[in-house]
């Protein structure tokens, strides 16, 4: 199985501030990881895949790099409809999600 | 429009077992891949399985073979998931989730998501 370590697990902001969030594969999956966002009570949304391509409709204050085993996600200036938990999945095998960073706006 | 709609909440003693449904409406049943995701009470997003709902072949995370079982009505164009021997553990909503590609397993799920399944595992 593959590992997928987020982090940190949780972090506080302010609304403009520039969040990066990051996430580690146990070996390397090349660039098939995707990012979902999840606020409380809802099913998750897909923000990036394929490493770093925008899904269609979310910002683009959203953005996502990396390959092999490091990757990231940033949000370039926070907003508040942007709290809630971020995941990181690997679909290089059959998938698995990192444990997620809680994102709070101060 | 796509619809994924999930039966009921459940509650069940440990050790049994759960069949948790999830109709499909608005596109060609047989074309997408359907996945389950779990999620306990604030934890994390967790894999469980998918199937091709063209062939009725099925995936499963390695925590949960043996325990998973996939099949599908395609008259109805619903997919079930059927879980054993239940522990508390097993407390958790349930989601299916309609991969986004097109005849092929992408393992993105994108826009369509069933409401989830709240299951609850107590003596």
């Known amino acids: 199985d593959i590992q997928m370590t987020q982090s940190p697990s949780s972090l506080s902001a302010s609304v403009g501030d520039r969040v990066t969030l990051t996430c580690r594969a146990s070996?390397?999956?090349?660039?098939?990881v995707n990012w979902y966002h999840q606020k409380p009570g809802k099913v998750p949304k897909l923000l990036i895949y394929g490493a770093s391509s925008l899904q269609s409709g979310v910002p683009s204050r959203f953005s996502g790099r990396g390959s092999g085993t490091d990757f990231s996600l940033t949000i370039s200036s926070l907003q508040p409809e942007d709290f809630g938990t971020f995941y990181c999945?690997?679909?290089?095998?059959?998938?698995?999600f990192g444990g997620g960073t809680k994102v709070e706006i101060k | 429009q796509v619809q994924l709609m999930q039966s009921g909440a459940e509650v069940k003693k440990p050790g049994a077992s759960v069949n948790i449904s999830c109709k499909t409406s608005?596109?060609?049943?047989?074309?997408?891949?359907i996945h389950w995701v779990r999620q306990a009470p604030g934890q994390g997003l967790e894999w469980v399985s998918m199937m091709n709902p063209s062939g009725g072949s099925a995936k499963y995370a390695p925590k949960f073979q043996g325990r998973a079982s996939l099949t599908r009505d395609t008259s109805t164009s619903t997919v079930y998931l059927h879980l054993s021997s239940l522990q508390s553990e097993d407390t958790a909503m349930f989601y299916c989730?309609?991969?986004?590609?097109?005849?092929?397993?992408?393992?993105?799920?994108?826009?369509?998501w069933g409401q989830g399944t709240l299951v609850t595992v107590s003596p």
């Open positions: 989730a309609r991969d986004s590609g097109f005849a092929v397993a992408t393992f993105i799920l994108d826009d369509y």
């Open positions: 608005g596109y060609s049943f047989t074309s997408y891949y």
């Open positions: 070996q390397s999956v090349s660039t098939y």
């Open positions: 999945q690997q679909t290089y095998s059959l998938p698995s």
